[in-house]
Nanobody, 125 residues
């Protein structure tokens, strides 16, 4: 089973950018599809972006399309989330999740595991 550690969160003004990183260990990283998820106070955890094992296929939630980009570097066992044009509604704890095997667009939070501790993203002026 893979273990993950998220980093890169912080406080940013609306319109700003952040790059999140998720470092994985403990198993063969490129056997896992990966995803970024977020959870705002009082809300359920939701999917943000997902990427296939070789990075060739990605899926995004409508709310972040055109603003966020998920990528991975299998040589570094790391997945990234570049977040641009951030909005206050993007404020949440961001989590990285792993799924052994392939990726499909309908996979949700329950299909991923190996959650890290998360990293806080706050968008505020």
């Amino acid at each position: 089973q893979v273990q993950v550690v998220e980093s890169g969160g912080g406080l940013v003004q609306p319109g700003g950018s952040l790059r999140l990183s998720c470092a994985a260990s403990g198993s063969v990283f490129d056997n896992y599809a990966m995803g970024w998820f977020r959870q705002a106070p009082g809300k359920e955890r939701e999917s943000v972006a997902k990427i296939s094992r070789n990075g060739g296929v990605t899926f995004y939630e409508d709310s972040v399309k055109g603003r966020f980009t998920i990528s991975r570097d299998n040589a570094k066992n790391t997945v990234y989330l570049q977040m641009n044009s951030l909005k206050p509604e993007d404020t949440a704890i961001y989590y990285c999740g792993a799924r052994l095997g392939g990726l499909s667009p309908w996979l949700g939070v329950a299909d991923f595991g190996s959650w890290g501790q998360g990293t806080q993203v706050t968008v505020s002026s």
